[in-house]
């Protein structure tokens, strides 16, 4: 049996950890990846729809955890969508829920969700592999990393017209959704050290797997050179995270998870708006009584739970910093671009926002980053003008 093969990975402790292809191990052949996409975010961005995007992304993730409960499976946030793999005996019932998914999707945002299915054998045998290591957030939450081409490979078949018919999964019924434990209830939040940097990076190919990941070291390690350690990039500070007394601001997670019908929807904002007043009333009053806040814990917490960078074949960071280091970082991004090592997209946010998954309040969950503009929609927008350059450049030589 597969099925434990997540769980069982050695845990890295270290994001650097992740340019080590030692850290890897591939996925077993019978298990199934699976690709979530919102087409035609750009535009839904551009329309100032970013946090529906972020919420349609995270509802991907939140349903097909919900399916695996106690199995342990990997996945990667985008934004936009999210890249996750099952088990055999998962697989059925995770294509199930986020066709619902898709279908909830349409009908409350009027997004096109695609759910694309690719077995890891057929990955393999086209000459990619998905190489996975587990990277621990804190000790409750591993995320996963992904390397090998094998995830990038499954992108392209579910956006590709000529061939997203043989993988896609239809939409299907909104009601079957299960969406316990997604939560959008944060206002945006000013990042801790100056502007949000969105940022992805992808080497290009090198002559070996080993010489991609030292490519990525390098930019891992020219980023703590500008920044410093990780808590000084860090987009977060529990200090700058309110609960959201913006009656707007809630109202994507009710259309989401309130049921069908306007009323059903206004009673469930109208319960986490409620909830949202109440945690800031409590925080008030244990201050009042000189005692540790609750609140300010569980902010801290979430602050360690908070999934601002990650890799799935593309580097993908939210970096926070002043304007003098963002403008370093990308400098020096453009010479190694220059150099042909690697191309990358950038967006920077004056603010950051959160999409959260959260199953118990003091425990496990994770917190989804992104620029609150839709940061990383427009930076994935840069890093596709920045290929179509290169590829008309090289058409010209």
């Known amino acids: 049996m597969t099925t434990s093969f997540f769980s069982q990975l050695p845990l890295l402790t270290k994001f650097s950890d992740i340019a080590d ?91 096109e969700l695609r759910v694309g299915a690719v077995p890891a054998n057929a990955i393999v045998q086209a000459g990619y592999q998905v190489l996975v290591g587990r990277l621990a957030l804190n000790q409750q939450v591993a995320q996963a990393v992904f390397s090998g081409g094998g995830m990038s490979y499954a992108e392209r078949l579910v956006k590709d017209e000529e061939t997203a ?31 949000a940097l969105c940022l992805l990076v992808q080497v290009l190919p090198q002559a070996n797997p080993a010489s991609t990941m030292a490519v990525y070291r390098m930019v891992i390690d020219a980023i703590e050179h500008i920044y410093g350690g990780d808590q000084a990039y860090h987009p977060l500070h529990y200090s700058r995270m309110q609960a959201s007394a913006k009656p707007v601001a809630l109202w994507p997670e009710a259309r989401l998870r309130g049921g069908v019908g306007r009323m059903a929807q206004l009673a469930y904002w109208a319960q986490i708006y409620g909830l949202n007043l109440g945690v800031r009333g409590y925080r008030w009053f244990q201050e009042l009584l000189g005692e540790d806040p609750w609140w300010d814990r569980y902010r801290q917490h979430v602050v360690t739970a908070a999934d601002y960078r990650k890799y799935d074949d593309v580097l993908r960071m939210i970096i926070s ?28 946010s004056p603010e950051v926002m959160l999409t ?8 496990r969950q994770i917190h989804f980053v992104d620029g609150a503009d839709g940061g990383f929609t427009l930076a994935a927008l840069d890093l596709k003008q920045r290929l179509r350059q290169m590829a008309l450049v090289s058409s010209r030589e």
């Open 21 to 111: 292809l030692t850290a890897y191990q591939p996925l077993p052949d019978d298990w199934t990846v699976i690709v979530c996409d919102v087409r035609g975010s750009t535009r839904a961005v551009a329309e100032g729809r970013y946090k529906e995007v972020n919420m349609a992304g995270a509802a991907t993730i939140t349903a097909a955890l919900n399916v695996a409960g106690g199995i342990e499976i990997p996945f990667v946030f985008g934004g936009d969508g999210a890249s996750l793999a099952v088990p055999p005996e998962l697989t059925e019932s995770t294509l199930r829920a986020l066709s619902a998914v898709s279908g909830l999707a349409q009908q409350a945002f009027n997004l």
């Open 165 to 195: 018919a043989e993988v896609l999964v239809a939409p299907g019924n909104p009601d079957e959704a299960n969406l316990s434990g997604l939560e959008c209830r944060w206002n945006t939040i000013p990042p801790a050290h100056g502007a």
């Open 321 to 348: 910093g002043d304007d003098e280091q963002h403008a370093q970082l990308l400098a020096w991004l453009e010479s190694r671009a220059a150099a042909g090592e690697l191309v990358f997209g950038a967006h920077r």
């Open 356 to 363: 959260c998954v959260v199953f118990e309040r003091m425990g």
